[in-house]
């Protein structure tokens, strides 16, 4: 029997007495059926609209038949790559292949195909050639106009073109899924179905586009660079759902990609509808005899508050995919959602998280957003927040004191992140002083990204000195609490912007700070984001100005050593990197120097050594690095 899981074969849909399923929902996740997977969601959305879904979970793409395994849909396939962008998850930023997949039964790596959307929608095609195929999922929705491939260094087209696909929904697809399966239902063919916002469709025939914005043709993106900043300027400032026109893309032979405006925000009842659903919380139990699907692990145990984003970090896609318009659940679904899971015989006691793409943004940066949306080129916090910008922890604050009084529950954790330059622009302490107090496991990750403001500033984060306010600031509650808790900053190398003196400038930083981060972010340009745009044409988008921007695989390294520059096996490439920044000055003996000399024999007294140098016995080896546990605590 399916134990009240979506069928996943021939032998499940004969249980449901189900012969022809409506949709058919092919992932390149394994089949994990709880609300942090979008494919659990779209097809419990379908199904409480009186639609049948089966899942083909993971296919093997070389395979014909492994498509067909549950039959012709009677309205289509729907298509996604999973919840990472597939190259994403197979390839770290040096395109080095990785080991693990986390969304594959056993971690085992290599379960899905490079550009999985593509390749799976041309395997649908080639046995079904007329059958709808909608495609959805991070990967096609960051990639559903022309765009910049860093796997390929190279512009691709709209995935609609490439993949063969009908439509695209971008997006967080709840709603727009439900009226292309209406208008589906009701006899109306794919190639007509150009009116739903949150979709993009193909046309030879634009007549009927009204209020559009004309893109760039594909040939004159591919031709000029500057032309593509232009275009993805555009398309970032319509990505508001109430300011938003129709985009059109044209490409050789007559055919046109149109973009409809996103779809509107769900209401607070339609995001509780969401994740009200018959969830079975965990992943297929035929994955039981390979060990699990291990991305459950973390929100198994974690609760999903809000959508959405108005931090504006210029390497973060949310723009593109959630929006700036944060949507929130109501408290009664939060705790009617802890409630199925802290009695479960596996609950230790801890919530792991409560939060969202931001754990503090629990509500819209300002009231005019909801009914007029977000300023099209302004930001709600950047470079310095808002004067409209509502600072208010009060519902967040009052939503976990009522998840920590719930029975069996020890300690609610935050994980999410903690925008912390929103957090010091709240008036009142209520909240930092709770997060102190009862929200964190013994250290708290943020994200300050670098130290230079003049990366910063293309990073689109707040300047280095809010950070360091932050940091005082958190000292002190920790003192007044009676804890000894750390902060671990999370940090990125060679960003556009970023030359070597800047990578030497957070070199230092960590210096004075006494730590060395054991993991490092360089930056990865992946698609549709403001920062890959810099990556790929040089010039920032929103001024057009040139940036400097680090591609250079070996200077790219140079960076990312310099932020680890006290471990052994960096030594070559941050003393090249000294070198080149002309910071030779931090090579020597000095307590202010990154490196030794080659060798790290300090000079002997009668060998007329440099003023200012001390006598200490020689070490061989750079210092041990700090502990995680030690950041911050060196000054504080």
Same mark, same amino acid.
């Given at each position: !029997?399916?134990?009240?899981?979506?069928?996943?074969?021939?032998?499940?849909?004969?249980?449901?007495?189900?012969?022809?399923?409506?949709?058919?929902?092919?992932?390149?996740?394994?089949?994990?059926?709880?609300?942090?997977?979008?494919?659990?969601?779209?097809?419990?959305?379908?199904?409480?609209?009186?639609?049948?879904?089966?899942?083909?979970?993971?296919?093997?793409?070389?395979?014909?038949?492994?498509?067909?395994?549950?039959?012709?849909?009677?309205?289509?396939?729907?298509?996604?790559?999973?919840?990472?962008?597939?190259?994403?998850?197979?390839?770290?930023?040096?395109?080095?292949?990785?080991?693990?997949?986390?969304?594959?039964?056993?971690?085992?790596?290599?379960?899905?195909?490079?550009?999985?959307?593509?390749?799976?929608?041309?395997?649908?095609?080639?046995?079904?050639?007329?059958?709808?195929?909608?495609?959805?999922?991070?990967?096609?929705?960051?990639?559903?106009?022309?765009?910049?491939?860093?796997?390929?260094?190279?512009?691709?087209?709209?995935?609609?073109?490439?993949?063969?696909?009908?439509?695209?929904?971008?997006?967080?697809?709840?709603?727009?899924?439900?009226?292309?399966?209406?208008?589906?239902?009701?006899?109306?063919?794919?190639?007509?179905?150009?009116?739903?916002?949150?979709?993009?469709?193909?046309?030879?025939?634009?007549?009927?586009?009204?209020?559009?914005?004309?893109?760039?043709?594909?040939?004159?993106?591919?031709?000029?660079?500057?032309?593509?900043?232009?275009?993805?300027?555009?398309?970032?400032?319509?990505?508001?759902?109430?300011?938003?026109?129709?985009?059109?893309?044209?490409?050789?032979?007559?055919?046109?990609?149109?973009?409809?405006?996103?779809?509107?925000?769900?209401?607070?009842?339609?995001?509780?509808?969401?994740?009200?659903?018959?969830?079975?919380?965990?992943?297929?139990?035929?994955?039981?005899?390979?060990?699990?699907?291990?991305?459950?692990?973390?929100?198994?145990?974690?609760?999903?508050?809000?959508?959405?984003?108005?931090?504006?970090?210029?390497?973060?896609?949310?723009?593109?995919?959630?929006?700036?318009?944060?949507?929130?659940?109501?408290?009664?679904?939060?705790?009617?959602?802890?409630?199925?899971?802290?009695?479960?015989?596996?609950?230790?006691?801890?919530?792991?998280?409560?939060?969202?793409?931001?754990?503090?943004?629990?509500?819209?940066?300002?009231?005019?957003?909801?009914?007029?949306?977000?300023?099209?080129?302004?930001?709600?916090?950047?470079?310095?927040?808002?004067?409209?910008?509502?600072?208010?922890?009060?519902?967040?604050?009052?939503?976990?004191?009522?998840?920590?009084?719930?029975?069996?529950?020890?300690?609610?954790?935050?994980?999410?992140?903690?925008?912390?330059?929103?957090?010091?622009?709240?008036?009142?302490?209520?909240?930092?002083?709770?997060?102190?107090?009862?929200?964190?496991?013994?250290?708290?990750?943020?994200?300050?990204?670098?130290?230079?403001?003049?990366?910063?500033?293309?990073?689109?984060?707040?300047?280095?000195?809010?950070?360091?306010?932050?940091?005082?600031?958190?000292?002190?509650?920790?003192?007044?609490?009676?804890?000894?808790?750390?902060?671990?900053?999370?940090?990125?190398?060679?960003?556009?912007?970023?030359? !070597?003196?800047?990578?030497?400038?957070?070199?230092?930083?960590?210096?004075?700070?006494?730590?060395?981060?054991?993991?490092?972010?360089?930056?990865?340009?992946?698609?549709?984001?403001?920062?890959?745009?810099?990556?790929?044409?040089?010039?920032?988008?929103?001024?057009?100005?040139?940036?400097?921007?680090?591609?250079?695989?070996?200077?790219?390294?140079?960076?990312?050593?310099?932020?680890?520059?006290?471990?052994?096996?960096?030594?070559?490439?941050?003393?090249?990197?000294?070198?080149?920044?002309?910071?030779?000055?931090?090579?020597?003996?000095?307590?202010?120097?990154?490196?030794?000399?080659?060798?790290?024999?300090?000079?002997?007294?009668?060998?007329?050594?440099?003023?200012?140098?001390?006598?200490?016995?020689?070490?061989?080896?750079?210092?041990?690095?700090?502990?995680?546990?030690?950041?911050?605590?060196?000054?504080?």
């Amino acid at each position: !029997m399916n134990n009240g899981f979506l069928p996943v074969s021939g032998e499940d849909m004969e249980k449901l007495g189900i012969s022809q399923l409506d949709f058919v929902y092919v992932s390149g996740d394994a089949y994990v059926d709880h609300p942090s997977f979008g494919h659990a969601i779209i097809s419990r959305v379908l199904e409480a609209n009186g639609y049948s879904v089966g899942i083909i979970a993971q296919p093997d793409w070389r395979d014909d038949s492994s498509i067909s395994v549950l039959g012709e849909p009677r309205l289509g396939f729907l298509v996604s790559a999973g919840n990472m962008d597939s190259m994403v998850n197979h390839y770290s930023v040096s395109k080095k292949r990785r080991k693990t997949d986390a969304f594959t039964p056993g971690g085992v790596m290599g379960k899905r195909p490079d550009h999985a959307a593509v390749v799976y929608s041309n395997l649908i095609r080639k046995t079904y050639k007329k059958t709808p195929v909608i495609i959805g999922g991070i990967e096609a929705s960051l990639r559903r106009l022309a765009h910049y491939d860093y796997w390929s260094d190279s512009l691709k087209r709209s995935i609609l073109l490439d993949s063969g696909a009908d439509i695209i929904s971008y997006g967080m697809g709840e709603r727009s899924i439900v009226e292309i399966a209406d208008a589906l239902n009701a006899g109306i063919d794919v190639k007509d179905i150009t009116f739903i916002n949150g979709t993009v469709y193909k046309t030879k025939d634009i007549s009927g586009v009204y209020g559009a914005k004309l893109l760039p043709s594909y040939e004159e993106l591919r031709a000029d660079r500057l032309k593509y900043a232009e275009s993805f300027y555009v398309q970032y400032c319509n990505t508001d759902p109430f300011s938003a026109k129709p985009l059109i893309e044209p490409y050789p032979d007559g055919i046109f990609v149109v973009q409809n405006p996103p779809q509107k925000p769900l209401s607070q009842e339609e995001m509780d509808r969401v994740y009200s659903l018959p969830y079975m919380r965990t992943y297929h139990p035929s994955y039981e005899k390979d060990g699990g699907v291990p991305a459950i692990g973390e929100v198994r145990y974690s609760l999903i508050s809000n959508r959405g984003c108005f931090g504006g970090c210029s390497f973060c896609a949310l723009t593109f995919h959630q929006g700036r318009i944060i949507q929130t659940r109501s408290h009664e679904s939060l705790l009617a959602e802890a409630e199925q899971f802290i009695y479960d015989k596996d609950f230790k006691g801890y919530i792991h998280d409560v939060g969202g793409p931001t754990a503090n943004f629990r509500q819209p940066a300002c009231d005019k957003q909801l009914t007029k949306g977000v300023c099209p080129n302004k930001q709600c916090l950047f470079p310095v927040p808002c004067k409209n910008l509502k600072a208010d922890h009060r519902d967040y604050l009052q939503l976990l004191r009522k998840l920590r009084a719930l029975p069996n529950v020890k300690k609610v954790f935050i994980r999410s992140g903690i925008r912390f330059d929103y957090l010091m622009a709240d008036k009142s302490d209520a909240f930092f002083r709770e997060l102190v107090e009862h929200h964190i496991s013994g250290q708290l990750k943020v994200a300050p990204e670098h130290v230079s403001d003049h990366v910063l500033r293309m990073m689109g984060k707040p300047e280095n000195r809010v950070y360091l306010k932050f940091v005082e600031k958190y000292k002190r509650l920790n003192k007044q609490c009676g804890k000894n808790q750390f902060l671990v900053p999370y940090l990125m190398s060679s960003h556009p912007g970023s030359t !070597m003196k800047e990578a030497v400038e957070l070199a230092e930083y960590l210096r004075d700070l006494g730590y060395m981060p054991e993991q490092v972010q360089d930056f990865y340009p992946t698609p549709s984001t403001i920062s890959t745009c810099m990556y790929y044409t040089g010039v920032d988008p929103r001024t057009m100005k040139k940036v400097y921007v680090p591609v250079n695989p070996h200077e790219k390294a140079m960076q990312r050593a310099l932020i680890q520059y006290r471990d052994p096996k960096n030594y070559e490439l941050v003393k090249e990197a000294l070198i080149k920044a002309g910071r030779t000055d931090l090579i020597g003996f000095d307590k202010k120097c990154l490196i030794r000399p080659e060798g790290g024999q300090m000079p002997q007294k009668n060998t007329g050594r440099t003023a200012g140098t001390k006598d200490v016995p020689a070490k061989k080896h750079p210092p041990k690095k700090k502990t995680i546990r030690n950041v911050h605590k060196k000054k504080g």
